[in-house]
């Protein structure tokens, strides 16, 4: 089973600042078939990106992906109200379809 | 428009079974892999399964085998978690999910159903 450990666990920022989430494997993500996802309290995650750096459909550009391999990037370059969220990483190359264990975004 | 609807939220006593539901539709139910994740209050998100609507094979995480049944039913576009035994630990969010194919990941979700473990 691959393990995804994401760092931080909480992170303080501000709008218009700059937000860099990371998730890494235990081992490789096969074809890079890491996902990141988005949820807000009481709601069902949403696909934000997808094959590491493609944006699901409906995804503003500022959200953006990269890595490969065990390292993988989520970066949201200019925080909007919005995206105080929850984020996970989820890696779907291999069963089990093993998830991280999330990193919260909030309001600093 | 393409969506997942599941069933409401069930209470059950522990040793009990409970059956979650999934209706497919705005697209060819069959194309496209479901998956089964929960959510334990304030935790993170668990995968437990997955079924391939077209022929119905299923695979199970290893912590569920023998507790968990994953069916469907073409002619309503339903799929069906079922998890029996259950515990205390058991009381989550249930969600359903659709596969996007072609390297998308979890595209679609259902609402998710709340199922509570209580005596």
């Known amino acids: 089973e691959i393990v995804l450990t994401q760092s931080p666990g909480t992170l303080s920022l501000s709008p218009g600042e700059r937000a860099t989430l990371s998730c890494r494997a235990s081992?490789?993500?096969?074809?890079?078939?890491l996902a990141w996802y988005q949820q807000k309290p009481g709601q069902a995650p949403r696909l934000l990106m997808y094959?590491?750096?493609s944006r699901a459909t409906g995804i503003p550009d500022r959200f953006s992906g990269s890595g490969s391999g065990t390292d993988f990037t989520l970066t949201i370059s200019r925080l909007e109200p919005e995206d105080f969220a929850v984020y996970y990483c989820?890696?779907?190359?291999?069963?089990?379809?093993?998830f991280g264990q999330g990193t919260k975004l909030e309001i600093k | 428009q393409v969506q997942l609807v599941q069933s409401g939220a069930e209470v059950k006593k522990p040793g009990a079974s409970v059956k979650v539901s999934c209706k497919a539709s705005?697209?060819?139910?069959?194309?496209?892999?479901l998956h089964w994740m929960r959510q334990a209050p304030g935790q993170g998100l668990e995968w437990m399964g997955i079924?391939?609507?077209?022929?119905?094979?299923?695979s199970y995480a290893q912590k569920f085998q023998g507790r968990v049944t994953v069916t469907r039913d073409t002619s309503t576009s339903t799929v069906y978690m079922e998890l029996s035994s259950l515990r205390s630990e058991d009381t989550a969010v249930y969600y359903c999910?659709?596969?996007?194919?072609?390297?998308?990941?979890?595209?679609?979700w259902g609402q998710g159903t709340m199922v509570t473990v209580s005596s």
């Open positions: 999910a659709r596969e996007g194919g072609g390297g998308i990941a979890f595209d679609i």
């Open positions: 705005g697209y060819t139910f069959t194309n496209y892999y």
């Open positions: 079924i391939n609507p077209s022929g119905g094979g299923t």
């Open positions: 081992q490789s993500v096969s074809s890079s078939y």
């Open positions: 094959g590491a750096s």
């Open positions: 989820q890696q779907y190359g291999s069963s089990p379809y093993t």
